[in-house]
C-alpha cells in the first residue's frame, strides 16, 4: 500500500468524455509496483478550467506483447479519481487503478480521447486524438518514474523559460523510488495510435532544449503550443520502460500575477534566479530585482518579481 501512496503524493500536483478531450491540455501515466503481484497504473491529466471537471472514472486500454513481439490489446482498465489540484491556472485530475497482478511481460498501457483543442504549431490538433502512454517491462522492483510536479503550463515571449532540476527527490519536477538510469527527450505530438504505431500530428516541432537537467525555451510567437516528452529507463543498459507524455505551453506576453501552485507560507524555500542559479534559502529580497524561482519544501514551485 505504501507505494500506492507515495504516487498519489507524487501525482498530486497534478476521463472518458469527448466534452472533456478538447480541453486537455496535457498528461502523463506511470506504473507502479510494490511487489511481484501488486501493481497499479497512475495517470494524471492537465485541463483548462473551462471544461467539465472531469468523471470519476477513467479507462486505460491494456497491451501486452505476445510471443511474435507485438503490442495485443487484452482488455481495459479502470481508474478511479484521486484529486483535483490546481496549476498555473489550470486544473490538474489525478487517476490511481487497483492493483493488478501482472505476469513476467512486456506491457503498454494507452489512455486516448478525441480530441485535442487547437493549437498553434498544428493543423490538424482539432481532429487528433490525445494520447499518452507507458511501456512497462513487469520485472522484480521496476517502477516507472512519475511526476513530483507538473511542468510549466504558463511561458512568457521573448524570455528564456528554463524548468530545472528535472530529477530529484522533492523540489523537482520528475523521481524515480529505482536505481535505474533515465533518459528524457522531447518527441512528437500525437494524432492517434493504429497497427502498434504512435501517429504524430501534422505539426511543427517547438526547439525546445530538453535534458535530463533542464528543459529550456525561448518562444517568440504568442499562443498555444504543444508537444511531447519521452522517458526511457534502463537497467543494466537494457530499456525496462518508456513514457509518452503530451504537452501544451502557453506563451504569454508576461506571466507576472499569473497564479502559480498555492504554496504553505509554513514551509521552508530556496530562491534560483530565472537560469536556474541557486541563490539561497535565507535571502534579504530587498538586495534582489528582478525575476526569480522559489522552490517550496512542499514540493511547489512558483516565480515571483521582485523589485
Excluded at 137 to 164: C, G, R, Y
Aim: glycine residues 8%; charged residues 15%.
Amino acid at each position: 500500500m505504501k507505494m500506492k501512496k507515495m504516487i498519489l503524493c507524487g501525482l498530486m500536483l497534478l476521463m472518458g468524455t469527448s466534452s472533456f478531450a478538447s480541453h486537455l491540455l496535457g498528461g502523463m501515466v506511470t506504473v507502479a509496483q510494490t511487489s511481484q503481484d501488486s501493481t497499479s497504473v497512475g495517470v494524471y491529466l492537465l485541463a483548462d478550467p473551462q471544461g467539465i471537471s472531469g468523471p470519476n472514472t477513467i479507462y486505460v486500454e491494456k497491451w501486452e506483447m505476445d510471443s511474435q513481439g507485438w503490442y495485443v490489446q487484452n482488455g481495459t482498465i479502470a481508474l478511479t479519481k484521486s484529486s483535483t489540484t490546481s496549476h498555473q491556472g489550470m486544473n490538474v485530475h489525478t487517476y490511481i487503478s487497483d492493483y493488478l497482478d501482472l505476469d513476467s511481460n512486456k506491457y503498454r498501457f494507452i489512455y486516448e480521447n478525441c480530441c485535442w483543442g487547437m493549437l498553434s504549431n498544428s493543423s490538424n490538433s482539432f481532429s487528433s486524438e490525445f494520447v499518452i502512454s507507458a511501456d512497462y517491462w513487469h520485472i522484480p522492483n521496476n517502477s516507472l518514474p512519475f511526476a513530483e510536479n507538473p511542468l510549466w503550463v504558463n511561458v512568457q515571449k521573448d524570455t528564456l523559460n528554463t524548468m530545472k532540476p528535472m530529477w530529484g527527490i522533492y523540489n523537482c519536477f520528475l523521481s524515480q523510488f529505482d536505481t535505474d538510469s533515465v533518459n528524457i527527450t522531447q518527441s512528437d505530438l500525437y494524432s492517434g495510435y493504429a497497427n502498434g504505431t504512435f501517429v504524430p500530428q501534422t505539426h511543427t516541432q517547438i526547439p525546445l532544449y530538453v535534458s535530463n537537467d533542464s528543459i529550456s525555451w525561448t518562444p517568440t510567437t504568442l499562443g498555444n503550443f504543444g508537444t511531447g516528452f519521452e522517458i526511457a529507463e534502463y537497467r543494466n543498459g537494457d530499456k525496462i520502460g518508456i513514457q509518452r507524455i503530451q504537452w501544451t505551453f502557453r506563451v504569454l506576453s508576461s506571466t507576472i500575477g499569473i497564479e502559480e501552485n498555492v504554496s504553505d507560507l509554513n514551509t521552508s524555500y530556496e530562491v534560483y534566479d530565472w537560469t536556474g542559479k541557486f541563490i539561497g534559502k535565507d535571502v534579504n529580497w530587498e538586495e534582489l530585482n528582478g525575476l526569480y524561482i522559489i522552490k517550496h519544501s512542499n514540493g511547489t514551485i512558483e516565480k515571483i518579481y521582485n523589485i
